[in-house]
């Protein structure tokens, strides 16, 4: 377990090196921050009926959805790892006397966490001191907070599941591209990431229901802001919890069979 | 039972073929075929404990699939391998604390930060427990001259400098069996010495059975006794180096300087050039000795300086690699 710790601390000292690309993030995602928020604005303000969340709610849900990206987005994807199997660092990883599973497992959930700490703070202290209709609200109620930090977590925990599985697919593709970036498109726009669950058409809602994705972040960020209730938050988080047991599960038989049929690129 | 004990090793791999040209390629889109390379073919040696063995043989003879076939990251299609009473691939996780391995050409250190803070990640992957971790760390800094790179992050640092705590890297856990797979590519002769020195010392000190590939031969002179030819994935020659030195080292260079005229017309004089302070000799040891010819040539001149020199190790193994046709 300790290994895996430091996985983690390593991967958060190599991010802390890149300050340019943090601050750099930081302004993208107080741009597209803005940018939804005000279509949102317009389009609440042009007299939309039967909205299925408040204005003040939906903007608080978008910048959490900024604030967090790097933590919850299915886009970002380990470079370090696709580069390790391509170029064939894959010999060093296989003399480690640990499962590579769960070493892939923490180096992603590491990268994640070192990618939003640096970014989230500015964002959430910054947001919060706006005035409406921009502003970064309060939590719904302290037991929202509870909630909303436990299903976060395993949001975190799902969507790093979910993200092992390209390094692994690419162990015998020996490419990322292709299949993996249209799953990772559909996985996004599914996760609420692009537009909030509930503004989705009903038949769409449903299909989703039954998908992952949307357990990542819409789930957590929905609890905050008190769009869903304490009762559902705890179903949702069941299933959270089921999907990730599936997932590690199903990511570590393929990558026993995948390690098997391994090729070292590059000589 | 040997330490390392391998029987009739095979693997091949499936590769792509494809004519150049974009016609070729479109083809290819649809259709692709697929040839079978037979990397090694019914390899099988043994090494006993505290054993160094070079691995030589041309590009592409499939060394450093042997290597990783050994080291558990590939596993053969045929054939055994025991090693320390597991089998590599089978027992991966077990078998690999035991061991160290060094791809000359790969990097195991974290690219962005001080290789210090590597060797703690590695310190937590192998369990080392704390203070023979320090003590281990210590040793190898002193060893390796490690002292004013350990804390610069590893892109900062030259080749040369890298390759030493690369090395460190792998040996923190003390292994019994350390795989070198071109440990000197690239690094300039102060480098290439240190690195070699150290793996006698380790070899002789901690009793670390080293298995080594490398195009530089004097990294196979200076540290292995015992070779293992292979070629086009067969093992060709496992045996002395000092043998195999003796077979085919049968030319010799001698140069003398005079300035009296030398006529010498003996049996195994391969040829004479005459320069600028005396002459230059190619002999034919199998069929006249070096005390042979001062013998003969001392009687007719006076000589001033001689030099004598032996075919170097290269030319040796290109001579193998051409009986072989490999």
């Known amino acids: ?267 | 039972m040997s330490f390392i004990e391998v029987k009739q090793i095979s693997k091949t791999f499936k590769v792509a073929k494809k004519k150049s040209g974009l016609k070729e390629s479109i083809k290819s889109f649809f259709k692709r075929e697929y040839i079978d390379v037979k990397a090694v073919e019914d390899i099988s040696f043994s090494i006993e404990k505290g054993e160094i063995v070079g691995y030589i043989g041309p590009n592409g003879a499939g060394k450093s699939t042997t290597i990783k076939i050994l080291s558990g990251i590939l596993v053969p299609d045929s054939g055994q391998c025991k090693i320390n009473n597991m089998t590599p691939w089978k027992d991966r996780v077990k078998y690999v604390k035991k061991i160290g391995v060094v791809f000359g050409q790969r990097s195991q250190l974290w690219w962005d930060i001080p290789a210090e803070d590597t060797f703690d990640l590695l310190k937590d992957i192998y369990e080392i427990p704390e203070k023979e971790y320090l003590e281990t760390k210590e040793d190898l800094i002193k060893k390796l001259n490690l002292q004013d790179i350990i804390n610069i992050p590893v892109r900062q640092l030259s080749l040369g400098q890298r390759m030493r705590c690369e090395i460190a890297a792998s040996l923190l856990h003390n292994p019994e069996l350390l795989f070198l797979d071109e440990p000197t590519i690239g690094l300039d002769a102060v480098s290439k010495q240190v690195v070699r020195d150290f793996i006698k010392k380790l070899n002789k000190e901690k009793k670390t059975t080293v298995i080594l590939t490398s195009h530089d031969m004097a990294d196979i002179t200076s540290l292995a006794k015992r070779i293992i030819l292979i070629g086009k994935g067969h093992v060709l020659y496992d045996g002395s180096l000092k043998k195999l030195q003796n077979k085919y080292e049968t030319e010799k260079y001698v140069s003398i300087k005079t300035n009296d005229k030398l006529a010498i017309r003996n049996k195994g004089v391969k040829s004479k050039t005459k320069t600028k302070e005396g002459y230059d000799l190619v002999i034919d040891t199998r069929e006249i000795s070096i005390s042979e010819l001062l013998n003969n040539i001392s009687k007719k001149i006076t000589i001033e300086d001689i030099e004598i020199d032996h075919e170097g190790i290269d030319n040796i193994i290109v001579k193998l690699y051409e009986d072989y046709k490999i």
């Open chain 1, 1 to 267: 377990m300790r290994a895996y710790l430091t996985y983690f601390k390593l991967k958060f000292i190599s991010s802390l090196q890149y300050r340019t690309a943090a601050w750099a993030g930081i302004a993208t995602q107080f741009f597209f921050g803005f940018v939804y928020i005000m279509v949102y604005v317009a389009f609440y303000e042009s007299g939309g009926k039967n909205l299925p969340m408040e204005l003040p709610q939906l903007v608080t849900y978008l910048w959490l959805n900024q604030s967090l990206l790097a933590l919850v987005n299915q886009f970002s994807r380990d470079q370090e790892l696709f580069k390790l199997i391509k170029e064939g660092g894959i010999s060093y990883e296989l003399t480690r006397p640990k499962n590579l599973y769960f070493m892939w497992y923490f180096k992603i959930i590491g990268q994640r966490l070192a990618n939003v700490t640096l970014r989230f703070i500015p964002l959430v202290l910054v947001t919060s001191l706006l005035p409406d209709p921009f502003h970064f609200g309060l939590p719904a109620s302290f037991v929202h907070f509870i909630f909303f930090i436990l299903s976060l977590s395993l949001g975190t925990l799902l969507v790093t599941a979910l993200s092992v599985f390209y390094p692994i697919v690419t162990l015998t593709t020996m490419s990322e591209k292709g299949i993996v970036n249209i799953i990772i498109t559909i996985a996004d726009i599914l996760s609420g990431i692009v537009v909030p669950i509930p503004f989705f058409p009903k038949f769409l809602q449903i299909i989703s229901s039954f998908l992952p994705f949307q357990y990542i972040s819409d789930l957590p960020f929905r609890l905050y802001v008190g769009n869903v209730n304490l009762a559902d938050g705890v179903f949702g988080m069941c299933i959270q919890l089921i999907w990730i047991i599936i997932f590690i599960l199903i990511g570590n038989i393929m990558m026993n069979k995948n390690i098997k049929r391994v090729v070292v690129q590059g000589g």
